[in-house]
């Protein structure tokens, strides 16, 4: 006699164990996305008008199956305006993109042909070499949740560079930065009082541009 064999299985249905919660989908790197992420350079100042330009050029030469995405990295950076600070966007790598495409004959011509475009960034006559992984989630701004942090803040001035003190009992000083501290917002100033350069730490709002 044969016994007809029935298949079971450990996965239950929604309607089985009531369960209809939605799965947590991790955030899914950028490199990971369809294609290869390549540089590009464009001449400094012209970024935002040559990812115009390329998004066009892709709809009409209907490339849209061979490059998907033209990015600018930005950062948020604090600087000091007006005595006061405020949070600006800025281009992380000034006159380059980053552009991810799958790399043939028609597709690099399209982007190396763009108005602004000045070339791949490591082609050497040959064909470019895209992006590793790291290097991908570093430009694209991929963080472990124990990195992230505020805003980078961007000081207006540097070390060894000549400041007037503003305010305070050595106003209208003249001294030379020693030392710049991010995290407390103050810097170490050598101020020459009575003939001799002495240290004194001020605020990033008591000192100015000579």
């Known amino acids: 006699m044969m016994v007809e064999k029935v298949e079971t299985s450990d996965e239950l249905t929604t309607e089985e164990t009531g369960d209809t919660t939605t799965p947590e989908l991790r955030p899914q790197s950028p490199y990971d996305l369809p294609g290869d992420w390549y540089v590009i350079h464009s001449y400094s100042g012209y970024e935002n008008k040559?990812?115009?330009?390329?998004?066009?050029?892709?709809?009409?030469?209907?490339?849209?199956?061979?490059i998907f995405e033209v990015h600018i990295p930005m950062e948020d950076v604090v600087e000091f305006k007006g005595g006061k600070k405020v949070t600006v966007p800025k281009k992380v790598f000034p006159g380059y993109l980053l552009v991810r495409m799958s790399l043939d004959d028609d597709s690099w011509y399209a982007v190396r042909n763009t108005p602004g475009v000045t070339g791949f960034v490591g082609n050497n006559n040959q064909k470019p070499t895209p992006l590793s992984r790291r290097e991908v989630e570093r430009f694209l701004g991929v963080q472990k949740e124990e990195e992230k942090s505020g805003p980078r803040f961007k000081p207006a001035w540097e070390v060894g560079e000549q400041v007037r003190v503003a305010t305070g009992p050595f106003a209208d000083?003249?001294?030379?930065?020693?030392?710049?501290?991010?995290?407390q917002s103050k810097v170490v100033v050598l101020v020459n009082i009575f003939g001799r350069d002495t240290p004194v730490e001020l605020g990033f709002d008591d000192i100015q541009k000579n």
């Open 173 to 183: 000083f003249n001294g030379i930065i020693e030392d710049i501290n991010l995290d």
């Open 50 to 66: 040559v990812k115009a330009n390329m998004e066009t050029r892709v709809t009409s030469m209907h490339l849209e199956d061979r």
